[in-house]
């Protein structure tokens, strides 16, 4: 079978289009689509410094790959960040596989860690907890955005982008939605230009598959290990569903995508939040002590 768009053999089959390419057109339709999606959304402007989170998977290594593809026809830079959450065996070989790929393509990096951050690292604090229900890949996700929001302010950047794909905005949805959490909700609309620090996902309306055989096809070396707490929670489910609802219905995660967009766009504008200053760390928030200062005081009075 031939490509579409040139003379070569195809070498992947877009089922939910029709559309077949060649490598080398199939990586830049993904360079075309993640464009598109930035100038949507008004994600990135001109002159941004834009800190890419890189841990060391396929989607985000990939995002950083892309990135500085656009970059070098728009005017904007890039800087990487990559949080170590100290997680024994697991962030070791990613540190050392996004420092070498951000040598090779030119990009500044830089690693932050929970035990710099805040004195403890994710499994010291996972030791803490004893019965308590939370879960590792929430506290996780609590003191992974302050160390963002830490990292973008030291190396000075606009907005920050994560490697977030079509995929993980459905099954974030669905968790959500399973929560009863209409208030996180809300907060998915991938339109943030209005807000103080931008975050964007540029990847938002790419399928993970996708994502898989763009890292494959341009040769760029991605974590094997998966973290140790993957498993724990209800995504790896919804991931399932989705993929074997996605076999027999092509473009059905595209569908829940825009209706997902619309709803998350109307809870957004009803629900406007009113922002206070944690009496403990001094960081925005919106309660009177922040989440992260909330979430260690109470694993260290255990
Ligand atoms: S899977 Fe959960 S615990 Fe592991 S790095 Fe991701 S958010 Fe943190
Ligand atoms: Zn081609
Ligand atoms: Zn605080």
Not at 268 to 293: F, L, N, Y
Request: charged residues 25%; glycine residues 6%; proline residues 2%.
């Amino acid at each position: 079978m031939k490509c579409d768009r040139c003379d070569n053999l195809a070498a992947y089959s877009r089922k939910y289009s029709g559309e077949n390419f060649c490598s080398s057109c199939f990586s830049n339709s993904i360079i075309q689509k993640t464009t598109r999606t930035i100038s949507k959304y008004n994600m990135i402007k001109r002159g941004d410094i834009v800190g890419v989170a890189v841990s060391g998977g396929k989607d985000s290594l990939s995002l950083l790959h892309v990135l500085k593809k656009i970059s070098l026809a728009h005017d904007f830079k890039i800087k990487a960040i990559t949080i170590d959450e100290g997680i024994p065996g697991y962030r070791d070989e990613a540190l050392r596989i996004v420092n070498e790929f951000c040598s090779s393509i030119d990009v500044e990096h830089k690693v932050y860690s929970y035990k710099g951050l805040f004195g403890t690292t994710l499994t010291e604090n996972l030791d803490l907890r004893g019965d308590e229900k939370i879960s590792s890949c929430s506290i996780c996700g609590i003191l992974r955005r302050r160390a963002m929001d830490y990292g973008s302010d030291n190396l000075g950047v606009d907005v920050i982008a994560t490697g977030h794909n079509l995929d993980d905005t459905l099954q974030t949805f669905i968790i959500n939605l399973l929560a009863g959490d209409t208030k996180k909700i809300g907060w998915m609309d991938p339109d943030t230009s209005s807000n103080d620090t931008r975050k964007i996902k540029p990847f938002c309306e790419i399928y993970e598959n996708e994502l898989v055989f763009y890292a494959f096809s341009n040769n760029i070396p991605f974590q094997s290990e998966e973290c140790p707490h993957m498993n724990e929670g209800i995504r790896t489910e919804i991931r399932n569903f989705l993929n074997s609802l996605e076999k027999s219905h092509s473009g059905i995660k595209n569908n829940m995508y825009k209706s997902i967009t619309k709803i998350s766009s109307i809870l957004r504008d009803q629900d406007q939040m009113e922002w206070k200053i944690c009496a403990s760390c001094g960081s925005k928030c919106t309660g009177e002590i922040c989440s992260v200062c909330n979430t260690l005081s109470n694993l260290r009075s255990k």
